[in-house]
């Protein structure tokens, strides 16, 4: 299995740990979408997670770190009311639509790129977050 069939897979068992929630309105959703709303809300997560980062390594106190998880959800939030889903049922969809998916992904590589380079900059932040803490 390659690298990027790695990350497919991983990507897709990963979101489907929310499969036991409620599927909410997943109908709406195509592949594309999916992957799109995915996207944006992972942007979305890392936007945040280099605010609550500068604001960790500049001594910001607990308060501007609530702020910017809560404007974090939001905007998460937002992503997926965008296409027409929630959190939930774009998990859902995750788990019941994962053929689908995986073959968008591998019909559009730019996609599947941009979400490694997402999954790179999470593990970067993940770590850096762990060095301030003194992890």
Known sequence: MT???RFIAASLAALALFAWTS???TAELTPEAYVRADIEAREAT???MEERLA????GGGS???MAALTRSQAAVESAYRKYGTSARAHGAYAATHARDISAWLK???DATA???DLRTRFQGLSGAFDSV???
Do not use: I
């Open 23 to 25: 599927p909410g309105h």
């Open 46 to 48: 890392l936007a945040s």
């Open 55 to 58: 604001l960790l390594q500049a």
């Open 133 to 135: 803490r003194g992890r």
């Open 114 to 116: 941009h979400l490694m």
């Open 107 to 109: 019909a559009n590589p």
């Open 3 to 5: 690298v990027r069939n």
């Open 63 to 65: 308060r501007a770190e």
